[in-house]
């Protein structure tokens, strides 16, 4: 994802949307404000038409809600446009919407991009939590993450890890870096690709064979991009930044693509191949059901943008971090070696005896979580929440960025310490509310199983057979570790690191 879906262009828009904000002042005041019978919780103070819009130019969303919620409280409100926004920043107060009032909560609002071609009616992600959400998740828990499911997957998901080790052998040979996002999130793509489809839709050697992966990525782009229509939802009918129209082009490339698989698994399944060319994979399984073609490619899309990149962003942050923390990087590569030795794959029963390496993925999630807001919740009614009340239709969001940031519950907050980890049994599973990266409740991240092997067994394939440097003589702590906002919290200069054969390094 590139620099642009930085926090600072995310509110940095175009004076003429904005002028057109201000000059419909007359129509927002005829929608009016709706007449609340509780106190919302206390933020600071907002002005006519754009409410705290203002405030937060400049700096990233999450440094920012964390920076007011040091004056305002650990649950405050803003004004963002038109909306009411909640802003939880505590893990008790991340309880209270996760598992108090999971059900009030259990709404999404939907960014108006996400409702090109209705994707938002078939999607886990945005669905409200009725029957067609419980379906979808009950299709995706039984047919892709179930123990069963991904045992019986264990064998792809070693192959393609082969292959990345391969490639960056070859880089290796070469002297050549290695885009450690780029390759982790077209080893994740082709893994996911394989579990749907029974193919590859991208290859680690060729740029050009990246139409798929690019669209994937132009989607998560274009829905974490500011949209006025999002902050003043009578804007919609004119999509204003053109978000909704980008949106549309990219679902029906991506569409398309699809369409040509479901025509060919049907013309074989007609003609009586569909087993020679599948494995009885996930498109066998939809093919199967009730749901519809167009609800299909919707379900589809959202699995590959939704699957791809979360696994390759913590990768990347972990390898950033390690190369900040030689000491720590030394320590890993260390328990690696000990437990699997170094000619050996390693494989996925290895994962639980690599308490370090668990230790660093959890240490990174803490301070690098992928989406530091999660996806936004909605009230379906008037919520009592803590000494306040969460009127109906207002967003919440859950800061776990500053949760994991918080100094009363992580000491030396700032510091990159795995150890922290290794003396407690704090887990990312959703009980533990001072540390919940993916979530907790109905609404918690459903992949957490297939992430947590392919992240464990991507990092420990690659420290297991190199060692790494940083290009051009570049020292750990000039590493630019900056953030860029959107979705996914992404690193904003893409991480290149050299591989290095152990074996020559020690000759």
């Not at 393609?160 to 080790?165: C, G, H, P, T």
């Not at 839709?201 to 064979?209: A, R």
């Not at 999509?239 to 990219?250: C, E, I, L, V």
């Not at 000494?387 to 500053?402: C, F, M, R, S």
């Amino acid at each position: 994802m590139e620099n642009h879906v930085g926090f600072r262009l995310a509110f940095s828009w175009s004076w003429v949307p904005y002028a057109l904000a201000l000059f419909c002042i007359v129509i927002v005041r005829a929608i009016g404000k709706r007449n609340h019978t509780g106190q919302l919780p206390p933020g600071p103070r907002s002005l006519p038409i754009v409410g705290n819009l203002h405030q937060v130019f400049g700096e990233m969303p999450h440094v920012c809600f964390t920076r007011l919620a040091n004056t305002y409280g650990p649950v405050m409100s803003l004004r963002l446009g038109q909306v009411i926004t909640i802003v939880v920043s505590s893990p008790d107060m991340a309880r209270d919407v996760f598992q108090t009032n999971d059900v009030a909560f259990s709404s999404r609002p939907v960014p108006d991009a996400i409702r090109a071609l209705g994707h938002n009616e078939c999607s886990m992600g945005w669905l409200p939590a009725n029957q067609k959400w419980k379906n979808l998740r009950r299709i995706c828990m039984t047919e892709l993450f179930s123990s069963q499911r991904l045992n019986a997957n264990e064998g792809l998901r070693r192959q393609k890890v082969n292959e990345l080790i391969a490639f960056v052998s070859k880089c290796c040979v070469k002297g050549r870096a290695v885009a450690i996002g780029r390759v982790g999130s077209t080893t994740t793509l082709n893994l996911l690709s394989n579990t749907i489809l029974s193919t590859d839709l991208v290859s680690l050697e060729s740029e050009s064979s990246h139409e798929f992966k690019n669209l994937v990525e132009n989607i998560m782009e274009e829905a974490g991009r500011p949209n006025l229509a999002d902050s003043f939802p009578w804007l919609r009918v004119l999509d204003p930044q053109g978000n909704r129209r980008r949106m549309t082009a990219h679902f029906k490339q991506i569409h398309a693509i699809l369409d040509r698989y479901i025509d060919e698994r049907l013309q074989a399944v007609s003609e009586g191949r569909s087993s020679s060319m599948t494995n009885n994979d996930f498109l066998d399984t939809l093919l199967a059901s009730q749901l519809d073609r167009g609800n299909m490619k919707s379900f589809l899309t959202e699995l590959f943008y939704a699957g791809s990149d979360t696994s390759s962003v913590t990768v990347e942050w972990v390898m950033a971090e390690l190369l900040r923390h030689p000491e720590v990087m030394a320590r890993v590569r260390a328990e690696i070696l000990e437990v699997i030795g170094s000619e050996k794959d390693v494989e996925e029963s290895d994962i639980g005896k690599l308490k370090y390496l668990q230790a660093v993925v959890k240490e990174t999630l803490r301070m690098h979580p992928p989406a530091p807001f999660l996806l936004p919740r909605m009230a379906e009614s008037d919520v009592e929440l803590g000494a306040y009340t969460v009127p109906k239709g207002a967003h919440i969001l859950v800061n776990v960025w500053a949760i994991g940031r918080d100094n009363k519950v992580w000491p030396e907050e700032h510091m990159f310490k795995p150890e922290r980890f290794l003396d407690n049994e704090i887990d990312f599973r959703g009980r533990d509310f001072e540390f919940t990266p993916f979530g907790a409740g109905r609404r918690m991240c459903p992949g957490i199983p297939l992430g947590y092997r392919m992240v464990h067994l991507m990092l420990a394939s690659l420290l297991q057979r190199f060692e790494w440097r940083l290009p051009d003589g570049m020292k750990p702590e000039t590493l630019d570790m900056s953030e860029a906002f959107g979705i996914l919290l992404c690193m904003a200069s893409h991480l290149q690191v050299i591989p290095v054969n152990p074996s020559s390094q020690s000759s």
